[in-house]
């Protein structure tokens, strides 16, 4: 490759980059253009909107069209410089060494037209450092390549410059196919969303079929031949529930193969890269010296399949994204996959063994906390609630009452006992793990040097057994997507000391 | 009932105790707020305020002695890696941020503060869940000071690596 050779040369984006630039525009633009369109539908003077719309419209396109003829950006032996802006110029150096993630999408359009968006985020702030929308496939991989390979010479010194691009073929780490994504689907709850959001919409048209539980109830009548009574609401109430999990199940395993479709992880020049999409790809790269933590969760349905989920958080643009409130460019290393992938996957960021880690375990009676208040308030407000119906004479009602809330009750004990059970945490030289849950567990790994405050607190319920819980600030992360990381009901010595040893970076 | 303090070790420092006149005014604020509704009912009931009297007095007691223990359970420690801060009454909680990790810090004062003599050192950090840690009721004079010790920071490194040996050390033993 010769990408050396052209060092300073000014380069435009892609000529059909104003048409992206525009949709961008008008995805922002979204709301108050429907908010336009529906409250003018009461008025009775359409010419003025028609006239409004054919000069915003041309005054957008006017806009990206003077923005992309005007972008030019050239990449230099230790930095990118980006030239933008329309009345209020900004030319900005970007460090390679500075560029911990480079994010890319491609939705079907940047697809049909070979093209791609490229982000260029550093550790810090909520706007990537440099966007570029949109450049030619060919051109927007070596680009990454230059950054990668330059970023890593620049740390060697002294390497001659053409080695920069050589060698640069990342290497296929992890491939998740179809099956693998149809479990996912089967495991995770994303379809709930979709559903919930199907049946709000639904509910404002014409089109919500009110009526299906009737005729779920209809089919209960004719084909199993109960008419009436509890055995009918009951039969009535299990189909509903049996045919909402299947769609939902359904929805699920639609989300997960539109999401991760062809998911790819790539290693090589020192950065790990993914991508992953059915009809709009996207994905990025980063250094596993970047990685602010790694999640591998898990639970009883992950275990039902023998499959964990290995999330990554990165730091910096985590509010601008695509749209979800989640973190953009690389979100997983895997989705799903086996916890013997997951264990080699984690070892190409950090060398923690997960599968023969020995965790320090929490405080013994910790599931008598864990549950003890939760299974009270659930006995009290269960025991007045049979004693109600059973003063209403609905008897059927008050043993299924009791029944379900027994059974409850004993899920509840067997969670708590297998989380304080699983529960714990490890302290190597450069990294904390911490495990929590059971039911729905994570096992974050954490590099020390990453912990930007630590704290232990206890309760007045805690001061009895002595116990009390660690916290660990980090530097990044989703609030929504990465759990808090804190190690629960520690014996106090222990907390103390786990403490005092994360005080040092 | 003295307040236990999370790490013993520690000799804490004591925040100014005049913060307690602010502090107890919020809480007689929180104690008095059940009381207003009762009030009423018994305004509509009996006619009469009296009762009220001995309530409101009530709850300023209550918080005044809230106030005072919580001022009792605040802490702070400048130990030669960072900073600990310990807090509450009964949700008690104690925070250390080192100091390399202290983005920047404020000095600020409220009105009251400023009539006093009083401030508030307020340091930030990088972390997204705990992005600050404040330690009110300090002199000026200490606030600065207290400051400025943290963000000195000659042979910081080195002091940073023998504490985490020994608290390595203190750990291996304890597991």
Redesign the interface.
């Known amino acids: 490759m010769t990408a050396a050779a052209p060092l300073s040369t000014a380069e435009r984006l892609h000529k059909f980059s104003w048409l992206f630039v525009m949709l961008a525009q008008l995805g922002n633009l979204i709301f108050p253009l429907m908010l336009l369109i529906f409250a003018g539908r009461a008025g009775s003077d359409d010419r003025w909107e028609i006239g409004f719309g054919i000069v915003g419209a041309a005054l957008l396109s006017a806009y990206s069209l003077f923005y992309t003829l005007t972008f030019r950006f050239w990449v230099e032996a230790e930095e990118i410089i980006v030239k933008e802006g329309l009345f209020d110029r900004t030319l900005r150096h970007v460090p390679f060494t500075r560029i911990q993630n480079v994010s890319f999408k491609q939705n079907l359009l940047h697809r049909l037209m070979g093209v791609v968006e490229i982000n260029l985020e550093s550790g810090a702030g909520v706007k990537p450092e440099a966007r570029l929308t949109v450049l030619p496939l060919a051109r927007a991989k070596r680009l990454e390549q230059e950054i990668r390979g330059r970023a890593t010479l620049i740390r060697a010194e002294g390497a001659p410059l053409a080695q920069s691009t050589a060698q640069m073929d990342a290497t296929l780490l992890h491939h998740v196919g179809l099956g693998e994504l149809i479990r996912l689907g089967l495991i995770s709850n994303r379809g709930m969303i979709l559903i919930g959001t199907a049946f709000y919409f639904l509910s404002q048209t014409r089109l919500f079929p009110t009526n299906v539980f009737k005729q779920i109830g209809q089919w209960v009548r004719d084909h199993l031949g109960v008419v009436h009574g509890p055995l009918f609401w009951l039969a009535t109430v299990l189909i509903s529930f049996f045919a909402l999990l299947v769609v939902v199940r359904l929805a699920s395993i639609g989300m997960a193969i539109f999401s991760y479709f062809d998911f790819k992880l790539f290693a090589g020049q020192g950065s790990l890269r993914v991508e992953h999409g059915l009809v709009t790809r996207q994905g990025g790269s980063t250094k596993p010296s970047g990685v602010v933590a790694m999640v591998v969760k898990d639970g009883w349905l992950y275990r039902l399949f023998n499959r964990q989920t290995l999330n990554v958080v990165l730091p910096g643009a985590l509010m601008e994204n695509s749209g979800n409130g989640s973190q953009s460019g690389m979100r997983h290393l895997t989705p799903i996959a086996h916890p013997n992938v997951i264990n080699l996957l984690v070892q190409k960021v950090r060398p923690i063994d997960l599968a023969t880690l020995q965790l320090h375990p929490i405080h013994p009676l910790a599931w008598k906390r864990m549950v003890k208040w939760p299974l009270i308030l659930l006995l009290v407000s269960t025991t007045v609630a049979v004693a109600f119906l059973g003063y209403l004479a609905l008897n059927a009602l008050a043993w299924v009452t009791a029944a379900a809330t027994l059974a409850m009750a004993s899920v509840w004990v067997y969670g708590a006992i297998h989380d304080a059970r699983a529960s714990g945490f490890a302290l190597t030289r450069h990294e904390l793990i911490v495990r929590t849950g059971y039911f729905s567990q994570h096992t974050s790994i954490i590099p020390r040097a990453e912990v930007q405050s630590v704290s232990i607190s206890e309760t007045p319920f805690d001061v009895r057994h002595q116990m009390a819980h660690v916290r660990v600030d980090l530097r990044s992360g989703s609030l929504f997507e990465i759990p808090e990381v804190v190690v629960r009901y520690l014996p106090k010595s222990i907390a103390i000391r786990l403490a005092a040893a994360l005080r040092s970076c | 009932v003295p307040i236990?303090q999370?790490?013993p070790t520690l000799v804490l420092e004591r925040i100014d105790p005049r913060t307690r006149y602010f502090w107890a005014i919020s809480a007689s604020l929180v104690f008095l707020l059940p009381i207003i509704p009762l009030g009423i009912l018994i305004m509509v009931e009996k006619h009469s305020l009296v009762w009220l009297l001995p309530m409101c007095a009530l709850a300023i007691w209550l918080g005044a002695r809230y106030a005072n223990r919580a001022i009792e359970s605040y802490g702070y420690a400048l130990?030669d890696?960072?900073l600990w801060v310990e807090s509450?009454v009964?949700?008690?909680?104690?925070?250390?941020?080192?100091r390399?990790?202290v983005q920047h810090t404020e000095v600020g004062h409220g009105p009251l503060d400023r009539r006093m003599g009083l401030a508030k050192l307020v340091i930030h950090?990088?972390?997204?869940?705990?992005q600050h840690?404040s330690i009110p009721g300090l002199t000026e004079v200490q606030a600065h000071a207290l400051r400025d010790a943290l963000l000195k920071r000659e042979g910081n490194r080195q002091l940073?690596?023998q504490?985490?040996v020994a608290?390595?050390v203190?750990?291996t033993t304890?597991?």
Do not use: Y
Not at chain 2, 90 to 98: E, L, N
């Open positions: 236990s999370l790490d130990l890696d960072g509450g009964h949700w008690r909680k104690a925070t250390f941020v080192a390399v990790r950090t990088a972390g997204i869940r705990m840690l940073a690596q504490v985490r608290s390595d203190a750990l304890v597991t």
